[in-house]
């Protein structure tokens, strides 16, 4: 397969990236933090405009931020820890399943069924300090009259590995489509250029980097691997967890997690990072963190923060300027090898809207494991 791919090489494949979104799957829609239970909240996901807010238990719950009956924004309405009521015409929706409760301006003799009348709800789950809600596939029709549907798997949570660890969270706006936020993020060729800092690496310690990928289940993994040797810090770790290896694991899943979790003896870091789409060409970039590693050091989670939102400043500046040229369409390439996990990316979600399309099982781009070369 490698030697196959190599013919591509002479005329590099352009590829715009279509920036479709991808309904069906867990989103975080914000951090928990930022819901208040006296408070209603707007969030915006897939170019869909909601309201989440907390009932009286704290239990988060997401609607659709439009008033079934003429639109007016349930954001502008009252909330009374159960039930939302629409500032326009009154009526009342229950905060979780969006069913109508009452209509006022209805009289004892009018006989409109007030509970077949829904406003669009979404299932919500609190993990790892965000709220996340489940964007299924866009209704056909009904709408007003439908119930919200059950997603069959739950929201995804940083693996964890033992009980004591801490947690730190990050995120970026980036002015970019959901496609150029991901493709960005698995980029294993623009570290030397952007991420420069004396204490991590110099753009003359650049070499060439062979990597091991291998298929999961709607992704693929860059299997385990000693880190490079060519930063401080995992030469800082080796020493300190007096571990003879470190073992690094990054999983790309659909349709927008970046799962990295780093081995060391009984020291572990794990990471879950989502690039959500709130429209066509805006995506934030959201990492979730947790670690063993230094707990007990005082200025170690600090530091380890540090470092992250460092790295992610970096990107997040380097996509704005990349915005910038992005404005006016310009025809866009993606060569072997480093930017094979991109073209990856681009066909399991081709791979996964056409088994939707078909209502048939998700084929898998790739038919095994596959080793990529480049220099970074
Ligand atoms: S628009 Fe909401 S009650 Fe009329
Ligand atoms: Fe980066």
Request: with cysteine.
């Amino acid at each position: 397969m490698g030697e196959l791919e190599t013919t591509k090489l002479e005329t590099p494949s352009r590829q715009a990236p279509d920036s479709l979104m991808l309904y069906g799957f867990w989103y975080r829609a914000l951090p928990g933090a930022q819901v208040p239970r006296n408070r209603l909240h707007k969030a915006m996901l897939l170019e869909m405009p909601l309201v989440i807010g907390r009932d009286r238990q704290g239990k988060a719950f997401a609607l659709r931020d439009a008033c079934p009956h003429r639109g007016m924004p349930l954001s502008c309405g009252r909330f009374d820890g159960q039930n939302l009521e629409c500032s326009y015409h009154g009526w009342k929706f229950d905060a979780h399943s969006g069913q109508c409760q009452l209509i006022p301006s209805l009289t004892s003799d009018q006989e409109l069924k007030v509970d077949r009348i829904y406003a669009g709800s979404y299932p919500c789950e609190e993990n790892d300090g965000y709220v996340w809600v489940f964007v299924p596939e866009p209704p056909s029709s009904g709408a007003g009259f439908t119930k919200s549907v059950e997603p069959s798997f739950p929201a995804p949570r940083v693996p964890i590995f033992d009980g004591k660890y801490k947690i730190a969270h990050l995120t970026a706006d980036l002015p970019c489509s959901v496609d150029h936020g991901i493709i960005g993020l698995m980029d294993p060729a623009h570290g030397p250029f952007v991420h420069q800092a004396w204490w991590w690496r110099s753009r003359h310690s650049i070499h060439e980097k062979q990597k091991n990928f291998e298929p999961i289940p709607m992704g693929f993994r860059m299997s385990a691997h000693t880190p490079s040797s060519n930063s401080a810090p995992y030469k800082l770790l080796r020493l300190y967890a007096d571990a003879d290896s470190i073992t690094t694991t990054i999983d790309f899943v659909l349709p927008n997690m970046r799962l990295e979790t780093i081995r060391a003896g009984k020291y572990w870091f794990s990471s879950l990072t989502t690039v959500t789409p709130i429209t066509r060409n805006h995506c934030r970039i959201d990492v979730v963190a947790c670690w063993n590693i230094f707990r007990w050091v005082p200025f170690g989670p600090g530091l380890l923060k540090f470092v992250f939102a460092k790295f992610v400043e970096q990107d997040r500046q380097t996509m704005e300027n990349q915005s910038e040229g992005l404005k006016h369409n310009p025809h866009l390439m993606l060569i072997d090898d480093a930017d094979r996990p991109a073209k990856w990316y681009f066909q399991l979600k081709a791979a996964y809207l056409e088994s939707r399309r078909k209502g048939a099982e998700m084929r898998h781009p790739m038919n095994g494991p596959v080793t990529l070369k480049w220099r970074s």
